[in-house]
């Protein structure tokens, strides 16, 4: 399944006060990378942004008057996030302000699979600080570009974070609709030992697998054992 990192800007935090989106950003992940496919608009809210909002992304609404508005760019965000898997850090705030814009419009609401990434954090870090620009301290992303929050670099942030927190887990695990052809299998002929069946990997599964563990050591700082047993 295609996987779509999302991010909002908003007039501020609450769509039932009749806040609105204000720019609305998503990039399609290919792999381990962000690929050239993205959506991004500015949108025009029609009403004022609450100061507390614009002091976090910056933007008034003068500054987005006369862009489109929602109902304007409504078919092609749809047209591209069909059928895949959302991923956004703190998606229920995301998810409501897109579905209440639907709503306005008529439509229903999103039916894709969402992840949460914060609430992955959270498991993954307990107790600890998990907003974005935590993570990327903590898994060494830079984001010292980072001034005010943006919709379209959030997202590319939440990228990198995702496939840090991940290890490559999807990749090492391969696509479940993809058949497998592997090469031939090696039966053990130790007399020692049971006979094993051994399924020798593909030259991408190598690659996988080699990436995961740069992952693994860059994020434990240089204490990955198994590197540290490969270069002995």
Same mark, same amino acid.
Request: with cysteine.
């Given at each position: *399944?295609?996987?779509?990192?999302?991010?909002?800007?908003?007039?501020?935090?609450?769509?039932?006060?009749?806040?609105?989106?204000?720019?609305?950003?998503?990039?399609?992940?290919?792999?381990?990378?962000?690929?050239?496919? @993205? $959506?991004? @608009?500015?949108?025009?809210?029609?009403?004022?942004?609450?100061?507390?909002?614009?002091?976090?992304?910056? $933007?008034?609404?003068?500054?987005?008057?006369?862009?489109?508005?929602?109902?304007?760019?409504? &078919?092609?965000?749809?047209?591209?996030?069909?059928?895949?898997?959302?991923? #956004?850090?703190?998606?229920?705030?995301? *998810?409501? $302000?897109?579905?209440?814009?639907?709503?306005?419009?008529?439509? &229903?609401?999103?039916?894709?699979?969402?992840?949460?990434?914060?609430? *992955?954090?959270?498991?993954? @870090? &307990?107790?600890?600080?998990?907003?974005?620009?935590?993570?990327?301290?903590?898994?060494?992303?830079?984001?010292?570009?980072?001034?005010?929050?943006?919709?379209?670099?959030?997202?590319?942030?939440?990228?990198?974070?995702?496939?840090? *927190?991940?290890?490559? =887990?999807?990749?090492?695990?391969?696509?479940?609709?993809? &058949?497998?052809?592997?090469?031939?299998?090696?039966?053990?002929?130790?007399?020692?030992?049971?006979?094993?069946?051994?399924? =020798?990997?593909?030259?991408?599964?190598?690659?996988? @697998?080699?990436? =995961?563990?740069?992952?693994?050591?860059?994020?434990?700082?240089?204490?990955?054992?198994?590197? =540290?047993?490969? #270069?002995?």
């Amino acid at each position: *399944m295609r996987k779509i990192v999302l991010d909002t800007e908003t007039t501020g935090l609450d769509p039932k006060k009749g806040h609105r989106i204000i720019e609305i950003a998503a990039i399609e992940l290919e792999g381990r990378k962000v690929s050239s496919r @993205h $959506f991004h @608009h500015y949108v025009d809210p029609e009403r004022e942004i609450d100061e507390e909002a614009a002091r976090v992304h910056g $933007f008034t609404w003068d500054m987005l008057r006369g862009r489109a508005r929602f109902a304007d760019i409504a &078919p092609g965000f749809l047209e591209f996030i069909a059928g895949a898997e959302l991923l #956004a850090h703190n998606a229920p705030f995301d *998810m409501s $302000f897109i579905n209440n814009e639907l709503r306005l419009l008529g439509l &229903p609401p999103l039916a894709n699979p969402v992840v949460d990434t914060l609430k *992955m954090a959270r498991e993954m @870090h &307990p107790g600890k600080r998990n907003g974005l620009d935590a993570l990327c301290s903590r898994y060494e992303i830079d984001n010292t570009h980072r001034t005010l929050h943006g919709a379209l670099l959030d997202t590319e942030l939440l990228a990198e974070v995702y496939f840090a *927190m991940t290890r490559g =887990q999807e990749s090492l695990l391969g696509d479940d609709a993809a &058949p497998l052809i592997r090469q031939p299998a090696v039966l053990s002929t130790d007399a020692l030992r049971l006979s094993v069946r051994v399924l =020798q990997p593909f030259p991408d599964e190598l690659a996988a @697998h080699a990436l =995961q563990l740069a992952d693994i050591d860059k994020a434990s700082r240089g204490a990955c054992l198994w590197k =540290q047993l490969e #270069a002995a």
